[in-house]
């Protein structure tokens, strides 16, 4: 199976590859212009708004490894943009204290989503979108249809502990990304995780905390969607209650897209930031092609099928070998 998820991410990046050079071929100007497409600013902006789906995605790569799924990471930015903002802009704290605050909201979301599925038995899918509706409507009553500018507030061209705005979420999705894949890979806690989703009952009776480690996938997931909402809030300048609207099918389909099988028990973290990456330049490339703007969800979704449909064909050749 090692060897199975290398040919996947290596496949993964060729996608990734391929995707870069035909719109550098499409979008090729005329002499005398400079490429809309193929410049480090172009490439800066694809990785600025990647990684605001990428750093969630590595969450929900680790609840679909786990066999679980989380459908609350868009809700849990938008109401950590919105705290965030109003400690910020309107209680006078300290940036890095309501951003806290937030973290501590994406935190206790995730624990909630895992206590309805762990102690409730609810199914994931009804636990987490019961979630998302709350926190979704939580941020429309704190705004009250307001926002909070946290622009206004900002120092121009400031950095973060010496890194310039712009690449913080970069930075943060790369560490991130790092880190998550040590653990998943080096670690015992990671190899528990790949067990509850491969099969929980055999992880059970092998002695694995299954619904302690269950608990930590959702609060992981909720943890990092807040890191996404915190980045989201000081690149934008902006708390806004319908910030991320959608996201959590882009995050779902960046982790899936990257390896994560939906019926758990594999995936790949670093899979899922190539997912987030394959999509950010879809989404970038796609508006400087007159019309095709239009074909962007029918394009989103092509590619998601068409690369599950290759891993099931891929995991099945292995399986009959």
């Given at each position: 199976?090692?060897?199975?998820?290398?040919?996947?991410?290596?496949?993964t990046v060729l996608i990734l590859l391929a995707e870069v050079l035909f719109f550098a071929w499409y979008?090729?100007?005329?002499?005398?212009?400079?490429?809309?497409?193929?410049?480090?600013?172009?490439?800066?902006?694809?990785?600025k708004?990647?990684?605001?789906?990428?750093?969630?995605?590595?969450?929900?790569?680790?609840?679909?490894?786990?066999?679980?799924?989380?459908l609350a990471p868009g809700a849990?930015?938008?109401?950590?943009?919105?705290?965030?903002?109003?400690?910020?802009?309107e209680a006078g704290w300290p940036l890095w204290a309501g951003a806290s605050v937030?973290?501590?909201?994406?935190?206790?979301?995730?624990?909630?989503?895992?206590?309805?599925?762990?102690?409730?038995?609810?199914?994931?899918?009804?636990a987490t979108l019961g979630v998302m509706g709350i926190l979704r409507g939580t941020a429309f009553i704190i705004t009250e249809a307001r926002f909070y500018d946290l622009s206004a507030k900002l120092p121009r061209n400031w950095h973060i502990a010496g890194i310039?705005?712009?690449?913080?979420?970069?930075?943060?999705?790369i560490a991130l990304a790092v880190v998550f894949q040590r653990l998943m890979t080096g670690y015992q806690w990671g190899r528990s995780v790949s067990a509850v989703g491969g099969n929980e009952t055999a992880a059970l009776f092998s002695g694995i905390p299954v619904n302690w480690i269950k608990t930590t996938t959702y609060v992981l997931s909720g943890t990092l969607a807040a890191v996404s909402g915190v980045v989201l809030a000081v690149v934008q300048g902006q708390g806004k209650a319908d910030l991320a609207s959608g996201y959590e099918l882009d995050i779902i389909a960046s982790a899936v897209v990257g390896g994560a099988s939906l019926v758990g028990g594999r995936g790949s973290v670093a899979g899922a930031v190539l997912g987030a990456l394959i999509f950010g330049v879809l989404r970038n490339a796609l508006p400087q092609i007159p019309g095709a703007t239009f074909y962007d969800r029918l394009i989103v979704g092509v590619v998601v099928i068409g690369i599950v449909v290759m891993d099931q064909m891929l995991t099945r050749r292995s399986g009959n070998a």
């Amino acid at each position: 199976m090692t060897s199975i998820w290398r040919a996947r991410e290596f496949s993964t990046v060729l996608i990734l590859l391929a995707e870069v050079l035909f719109f550098a071929w499409y979008l090729w100007p005329e002499a005398g212009r400079s490429h809309p497409f193929l410049n480090s600013g172009n490439f800066l902006l694809i990785l600025k708004y990647s990684s605001i789906y990428g750093i969630a995605a590595i969450g929900a790569a680790v609840v679909i490894i786990s066999g679980g799924i989380d459908l609350a990471p868009g809700a849990i930015i938008a109401l950590t943009t919105v705290i965030t903002g109003y400690l910020f802009v309107e209680a006078g704290w300290p940036l890095w204290a309501g951003a806290s605050v937030g973290l501590m909201v994406g935190a206790l979301a995730g624990l909630l989503s895992s206590w309805l599925i762990v102690r409730m038995r609810l199914p994931p899918f009804i636990a987490t979108l019961g979630v998302m509706g709350i926190l979704r409507g939580t941020a429309f009553i704190i705004t009250e249809a307001r926002f909070y500018d946290l622009s206004a507030k900002l120092p121009r061209n400031w950095h973060i502990a010496g890194i310039s705005i712009d690449w913080l979420g970069p930075a943060v999705m790369i560490a991130l990304a790092v880190v998550f894949q040590r653990l998943m890979t080096g670690y015992q806690w990671g190899r528990s995780v790949s067990a509850v989703g491969g099969n929980e009952t055999a992880a059970l009776f092998s002695g694995i905390p299954v619904n302690w480690i269950k608990t930590t996938t959702y609060v992981l997931s909720g943890t990092l969607a807040a890191v996404s909402g915190v980045v989201l809030a000081v690149v934008q300048g902006q708390g806004k209650a319908d910030l991320a609207s959608g996201y959590e099918l882009d995050i779902i389909a960046s982790a899936v897209v990257g390896g994560a099988s939906l019926v758990g028990g594999r995936g790949s973290v670093a899979g899922a930031v190539l997912g987030a990456l394959i999509f950010g330049v879809l989404r970038n490339a796609l508006p400087q092609i007159p019309g095709a703007t239009f074909y962007d969800r029918l394009i989103v979704g092509v590619v998601v099928i068409g690369i599950v449909v290759m891993d099931q064909m891929l995991t099945r050749r292995s399986g009959n070998a």
